[in-house]
């Protein structure tokens, strides 16, 4: 019964540790809006937070609250960090839904209720170790801090960003400056090669020791499939759905195989984003496996 | 005329007010808490303020063995509020008492522990497990739960279960431990169920669970969470908390109540305050700022100073009182 399932059981045990958390612990705030522009189809914004500057690692993320201090929407959204500069932590913004629209219209000098920074980072790769980094629409962004740490610690880095269309890509100036090679790829074909980002992948990974990558699920349980089929660990800070953005409200959690081989519900904010790749369930997500740890006790009357 | 004096203008600027509250009898050094299900077990919130300075974490309610909770979707965003169908995701009695319990006592926090089951038993056989642990400063028992023996119906919904409930309880927790039931506002007199429990040996009430609720996709056309129906929290339900409390403290006054149901600010908690509310407990707004409850604690000290107010107690219930009934520093009289 507590056997792990699925995948795992097919293929073997997972090639990737659990990712540790951050050492540094959150802080909330109110941070200046000190930067923005639009990125194609997006805004990028540059928050003046110098306590989240200082301790944000790549991977980790922040959580604004939207709105204003009586706003009706309470939920706090939860954005990956673009990169930090000078005191500013960046983040780009796809205005969706009311909070993300609200946000990315948030002008020069606005202020806005930041807390941070979240989650857990990518963790780092032995030295010498080549890495493929693969991104998916504004998911290209939380690769980019990556990208400069993985470049300065001596590590060969490629990257791929791919997305629907060209408005949609990001963060692409940044990563081809780090990275060779650097291969964009897009649905539509109107920047770069016409098609998705799995079959670059396919012709870069032979070179990469280890994957890390940033996008939509479906991309992530692709590009995780690749990293396994190729024998080398690969790393995905996925994008869930989240209240808190700091581990108290159980929304965001996913179907993740833990270090002793079974598998919980764990929550995306706090246990992520970054998990292994092959330690999350893709295939099970959005139902009960009864293999998951406490999932014996959900039954509350016969059927 | 108005009883409302206006403040001296020397109070204005630092208001002493003495907020020592009262859960059941244990004193605690604020009236203000976290609400169950909304924040863990406390260690997430440390980072923002200090959990010793809030009257207790009350905990994410524990069973007895682990549960895994619901698959997702388990969160719809709602005008000013949230649909959740987490299904008590939790590491179980054991779990909490190695791990989560242990850590609040080291930190200095106090715990009021929600316990939730599917028969009384269950929860029996918690609050015996909960005896004596260090740290614990009394139960929280979650009956909004479905109870087996009953086709799962809620024993919050039917005051003959609640009182089962409460008084199996109440019969083998810590005699230290205040016992609190805590009511679904889903019900069609909340009184009686109150009454019901208050009769069984129930400390004191928490008031009010979550609403039950809906929301469905347009895109999709079919329910947006996964366990299809969820609770309602946030400030879109405070109006129907405040009107349990006052309902239940003008019929039960000799009844502590612990008030929650979309609390976000000082004024929200003075609110359930004077309807009869002994302490409160602040949860969604926890998601929105994680500082919540230390804020709405200054806030709420600020609010009583202002209304002159020497003491929260003088406050609670203080809005069924006829305008011409003495009150805390008020009882100089309007002059």
Redesign the interface.
């Known amino acids: 019964m507590t056997d792990p399932q699925g995948r795992s059981r097919d293929v073997g045990p997972p090639l990737t540790p659990p990712v540790p958390p951050a050492t540094s612990?959150?802080?909330?705030g109110l941070a200046e809006v000190a930067f923005r522009r639009p990125v194609g189809a997006y805004v990028e914004l540059g928050l003046h937070a110098p306590d989240i500057a200082r301790a944000a690692e790549p991977g980790q993320f922040v959580a604004f609250?939207v709105g204003g201090p009586t706003?009706?929407?309470?939920?706090?959204r939860s954005i990956a960090i673009a990169g930090v500069d000078a005191g500013r932590v960046h983040v780009v913004v796809s205005a969706k839904g009311v909070g993300s629209t609200w946000l990315a219209a948030q002008q020069l000098g606005a202020e806005v209720?930041v807390?941070g920074p979240l989650g857990r980072p990518f963790p780092m790769p032995p030295p010498g170790t080549p890495a493929l980094l693969v991104g998916g629409g504004y998911g290209a962004a939380a690769l980019v801090g990556l990208a400069a740490r993985l470049r300065a610690a001596g590590h060969d880095v490629a990257a791929v960003s791919g997305a629907a269309s060209a408005d949609r890509l990001c963060s692409v100036d940044e990563l081809g400056g780090l990275s060779a090679p650097f291969v964009v790829t897009t649905d539509d074909g109107s920047a770069g090669r016409r098609g998705w980002v799995t079959q670059a992948v396919g012709e870069l990974i032979r070179g990469a020791g280890v994957v890390y990558a940033c996008g939509p699920m479906g991309m992530l349980r692709a590009v995780s499939d690749q990293a396994v089929a190729a024998g080398i660990p690969g790393y995905v800070a996925v994008e869930?759905?989240m209240?808190?953005g700091?581990?108290?409200?159980?929304?965001?959690?996913?179907p993740v195989i833990g270090a002793d081989g079974r598998t919980?519900?764990a929550r995306s904010c706090?246990e992520g984003p970054v998990f292994g790749g092959d330690r999350v369930r893709f295939a099970d997500?959005?139902?009960?496996p009864a293999d998951?740890?406490?999932?014996?006790?959900?039954g509350?009357?016969p059927a | 005329m108005s009883i409302e004096p206006a403040p001296p203008a020397g109070e204005l600027a630092a208001p002493s007010v003495d907020m020592q509250a009262s859960i059941g009898g244990v004193p605690v050094v604020s009236p203000v808490l976290t609400a169950s299900g909304?924040?863990?077990f406390g260690a997430?919130?440390d980072?923002?303020f200090d959990l010793t300075s809030i009257g207790a974490v009350v905990t994410?309610s524990v069973?007895l063995?682990?549960?895994?909770?619901?698959?997702?979707?388990?969160?719809a965003?709602t005008?000013?509020?949230?649909l959740?169908s987490?299904?008590l995701?939790?590491p179980?009695i054991d779990g909490l008492l190695a791990e989560e319990l242990p850590w609040l006592a080291r930190r200095g926090a106090r715990a009021l522990v929600s316990i939730a089951g599917?028969r009384v038993e269950h929860f029996a056989e918690l609050a015996t497990r909960l005896r004596g642990v260090p740290g614990v400063l009394g139960l929280e028992v979650n009956i909004s739960c479905?109870n087996?023996e009953s086709?799962?119906e809620v024993f919050a919904c039917d005051p003959v279960a609640a009182a089962d409930v409460v008084a199996a309880v109440r019969e083998v927790a810590d005699p230290a431990q205040p016992v609190y039931a805590k009511l679904s506002p889903d019900v069609t007199d909340i009184v009686s169920v109150a009454a019901a429990c208050a009769d069984a040996g129930a400390t004191g009430l928490s008031m009010i669970n979550t609403l039950l609720g809906l929301v469905i996709d347009p895109d999709t056309m079919r329910p947006v969470l996964?366990g299809v129906t969820g609770g309602l929290s946030?400030?879109a339900i405070r109006p129907v908390a405040l009107r349990c409390v006052w309902q239940v403290h003008q019929a039960l006054p000799d009844v502590p109540i612990l008030g929650m149901g979309g609390i976000r600010s000082g004024l929200d908690a003075l609110q359930f305050v004077l309807a009869g509310a002994g302490a409160v407990s602040v949860g969604?707004?926890?998601?929105?700022?994680?500082?919540a409850p230390a804020r709405i604690h200054a806030e709420l000290a600020q609010a009583l100073g202002e209304r002159g107010f020497g003491r929260l107690t003088d406050a609670i219930g203080y809005a069924h009182r006829r305008p011409d009934q003495p009150a805390g520093r008020l009882s100089r009289g309007p002059q």
């Open positions: 612990t959150p802080v909330q609250a706003s009706a929407t309470l939920l706090r209720d807390v869930e759905s209240a808190c700091i581990g108290v409200c159980m929304t965001c959690v996913l919980r519900f706090v997500v959005g139902t009960l998951v740890v406490g999932a014996d006790a959900m509350v009357l | 909304c924040s863990a997430e919130l980072p923002f994410k069973q063995r682990p549960r895994s909770g619901r698959a997702t979707p388990r969160m965003e005008p000013s509020g949230m959740n987490i299904g995701q939790g179980g599917t479905p087996v086709r799962g996964g946030g400030p969604t707004a926890v998601f929105n700022d994680p500082s």
